[in-house]
């Protein structure tokens, strides 16, 4: 086989369902069960509605973390920018009277062009990604703020309707978010572009030897990322019925939690779609479950911390003996 053929056999490994997600999936399956037999109502149409629609949304804002961490960077700001896009789309929907096929491509483009804004001041000034993406999350919260004066916007009841209704029990929502999986799977599989993000990721120095603009890799990863955070403040709007400004403040944690349990590769160059996709849905699971449980909720940041602490742990630990 030759070079290029083993190069992309081993970035084709790196985005397809591999060992880990099968772990992943396993997983998935044992919560679900157990949690199925010690609730009465977890089967329940109406449980699994709703239960749909929050893994959709979970996954959703762990792949626009993701896009960033596979170039090896990260978005602080991916909740900032939700928030921002979502008072883009209550004035649009509401002060301006605007249709929604015009209001939510305005709100794409701006959480676009929010992205944007991180990738160009990071490969501009050099400055490292952290840095840049916790700076604009206050920004954006603060235009968001002095902007809405922290009052939700009214949406036409029609806006509702891919938010809160479904297809044969199945949320259009999540019906949204298995689309975006898709495309993304097929990109960094298939494209050329999805490939160069990988490599950016996987070593810098090497893919910029090989002819790749690592600067356009990351800020083509920072666009898709606003872009993906932008969605997912259009779907929460249409759930909640109103364009509530306080939307993405608390997405900032669950963006990582899915992702890391999800195989994304917190030094770049790996992720899976369909792993994130298993990530989100171990995640509700596991918040539901505790529900049931009538666990304290005060503590839930702990025991979502833990998690995360022994998902690294466990893929340190798988990595090590790949290495062996």
């Given at each position: 086989?030759?070079?290029?053929?083993?190069?992309?056999?081993?970035?084709?490994?790196?985005?397809?369902?591999?060992?880990r997600t099968?772990?992943?999936m396993?997983a998935?399956?044992?919560?679900?069960?157990?949690?199925?037999?010690?609730?009465?109502?977890?089967?329940?149409?109406?449980?699994?509605?709703?239960?749909?629609?929050?893994?959709?949304?979970f996954?959703?804002i762990a792949?626009?973390?993701?896009?960033?961490?596979?170039?090896g960077g990260?978005?602080?700001?991916?909740?900032?920018?939700g928030?921002?896009?979502?008072?883009?789309?209550?004035?649009?929907?509401?002060?301006?009277?605007?249709d929604?096929?015009?209001a939510?491509?305005?709100?794409?483009?701006?959480?676009?062009?929010?992205?944007?804004?991180?990738?160009?001041?990071?490969?501009?000034?050099?400055?490292?990604?952290?840095?840049v993406?916790?700076?604009?999350?206050?920004?954006?919260?603060?235009l968001?703020?002095?902007?809405?004066?922290?009052?939700?916007?009214?949406?036409?009841?029609?806006?509702?309707?891919v938010?809160?209704?479904?297809?044969?029990?199945?949320?259009?929502?999540?019906?949204?978010?298995?689309?975006?999986?898709a495309?993304?799977?097929?990109m960094?599989?298939?494209t050329?572009?999805?490939?160069?993000?990988?490599?950016?990721?996987?070593?810098?120095?090497?893919?910029?030897?090989?002819?790749?603009?690592?600067?356009n890799?990351i800020?083509?990863?920072?666009?898709?990322?606003g872009?993906?955070?932008a969605?997912?403040?259009?779907?929460?709007?249409?759930?909640?019925?109103?364009?509530?400004?306080?939307?993405?403040?608390?997405?900032?944690?669950?963006?990582?939690?899915?992702?890391?349990?999800?195989?994304t590769g917190?030094?770049?160059?790996?992720?899976?779609?369909?792993?994130?996709?298993?990530g989100?849905i171990i995640?509700t699971?596991i918040?539901?479950?505790?529900?049931?449980?009538?666990?304290n909720?005060?503590?839930?940041?702990?025991?979502?911390g833990?998690?995360?602490?022994?998902?690294?742990a466990?893929?340190?630990?798988?990595?090590?003996?790949?290495?062996?």
């Open positions: 086989m030759s070079k290029d053929g083993k190069e992309a056999r081993a970035l084709e490994k790196r985005t397809v369902i591999t060992g099968i772990g992943l396993t998935a399956l044992i919560l679900f069960g157990a949690i199925a037999l010690v609730s009465s109502t977890f089967l329940s149409s109406y449980t699994m509605f709703v239960l749909s629609r929050q893994i959709a949304f996954t959703l792949m626009a973390q993701a896009v960033c961490l596979v170039v990260m978005n602080l700001s991916v909740g900032a920018i928030s921002m896009c979502t008072v883009v789309l209550g004035l649009s929907l509401s002060n301006a009277g605007l929604g096929w015009i939510v491509p305005l709100t794409l483009l701006c959480g676009a062009i929010a992205g944007l804004a991180n990738g160009m001041l990071i490969v501009k000034l050099r400055i490292d990604s952290f840095i993406t916790l700076s604009m999350m206050f920004i954006f919260m603060g968001r703020s002095g902007i809405s004066g922290g009052q939700p916007y009214p949406v036409p009841t029609s806006f509702g309707i938010g809160q209704r479904g297809f044969m029990g199945i949320p259009y929502v999540f019906m949204v978010m298995l689309a975006v999986l495309v993304m799977s097929y960094y599989r298939n050329v572009f999805g490939r160069r993000m990988l490599a950016t990721g996987g070593n810098a120095d090497a893919a910029r030897l090989s002819g790749i603009n690592n600067n890799m800020i083509g990863a920072n666009v898709l990322s872009l993906l955070a969605l997912a403040a259009v779907l929460w709007t249409s759930e909640l019925g109103s364009a509530a400004p306080e939307t993405g403040d608390s997405w900032l944690i669950v963006t990582f939690a899915v992702a890391i349990i999800g195989g917190l030094k770049g160059g790996v992720i899976s779609p369909y792993g994130i996709f298993m989100g995640y699971l918040r539901h479950g505790l529900i049931e449980m009538k666990a909720p005060y503590y839930m940041n702990v025991y979502i833990v998690l995360i602490l022994l998902t690294i466990i893929d340190r630990l798988r990595e090590r003996y790949d290495e062996r």
